[in-house]
T-cell receptor
Framework: DAKTTQPTSMDCAEGRAANLPCNHSTISGNEYVYWYRQIHSQGPQYIIHGLKNNETNEMASLIITEDRKSSTLILPHATLRDTAVYYCIVRVGGSQGNLIFGKGTKLSVKP | DAGVIQSPRHEVTEMGQEVTLRCKPISGHNSLFWYRQTMMRGLELLIYFNNNVPIDDSGMPEDRFSAKMPNASFSTLKIQPSEPRDSAVYFC?????????????FGSGTRLTVV
């Protein structure tokens, strides 16, 4: 599975949009981009995933560049409860493979 | 759905003792994963099962670690004998692998302290 690069940490003001970038320049055509987050002391939580097209659900939006070498997770109106470590993971879809977690981005939402 | 259930939530044991961690996956999920998380190494995949069969145990650190999945609704991770460096949070996750991509659901974890 391709490797990802994320900033170590980011701050965001409460109520503003949080934009979390992820680089995955070696991504293959059959690899999906997954986003998970881990709130302190809890298990990781699935947020969203995508292949080529932008995706949106009740939690977030995922914007994938046309060349698929990078993506951005957008939390449209960040709250204090969104403070967490956010992991961007690239994984081959439909396989019996597994999710390999990197170090992620520590997002701090401030009042 | 109660989600992935892990027990115990916390375990404190003495070095050399046997430790057994338990996991009940979400009903209908046919893949189960054991992860370990430490400050130094982050989240590491230890082993995963598909349809109760171990598929990849290359992440299991040593022979002291073993995992079983006797049926679709139960799995154990055993450490015997335990050592202080095994102290970590152990997470279990399950997924329904249908050939399409699906997310994993994680349990709340077991915090293990070996003294």
């Amino acid at each position: 599975d391709a490797k990802t690069t994320q900033p170590t940490s980011m701050d965001c003001a409460e109520g503003r949009a949080a934009n979390l970038p992820c680089n995955h320049s070696t991504i293959s055509g059959n690899e999906y981009v997954y986003w998970y987050r881990q709130i302190h002391s809890q298990g990781p939580q699935y947020i969203i995933h995508g292949l080529k097209n932008n995706e949106t659900n009740e939690m977030a939006s995922l914007i994938i560049t046309e060349d698929r070498k990078s993506s951005t997770l957008i939390l449209p109106h960040a709250t204090l409860r969104d403070t967490a470590v956010y992991y961007c993971i690239v994984r081959v879809g439909g396989s019996q493979g597994n999710l390999i977690f990197g170090k992620g981005t520590k997002l701090s939402v401030k009042p | 759905d109660a989600g992935v259930i892990q027990s115990p939530r916390h375990e404190v044991t003495e070095m050399g003792q046997e430790v057994t961690l338990r996991c009940k996956p979400i009903s209908g999920h046919n893949s189960l994963f054991w992860y370990r998380q430490t400050m130094m190494r982050g989240l590491e995949l230890l082993i995963y099962f598909n349809n109760n069969v171990p598929i990849d145990d290359s992440g299991m650190p040593e022979d002291r670690f073993s995992a079983k999945m006797p049926n679709a609704s139960f799995s154990t991770l055993k450490i015997q004998p335990s050592e202080p460096r095994d102290s970590a949070v152990y997470f279990c996750a399950s997924s329904h692998q249908t050939g399409n991509v699906n997310g994993y659901t994680f349990g709340s974890g077991t915090r293990l302290t070996v003294v």
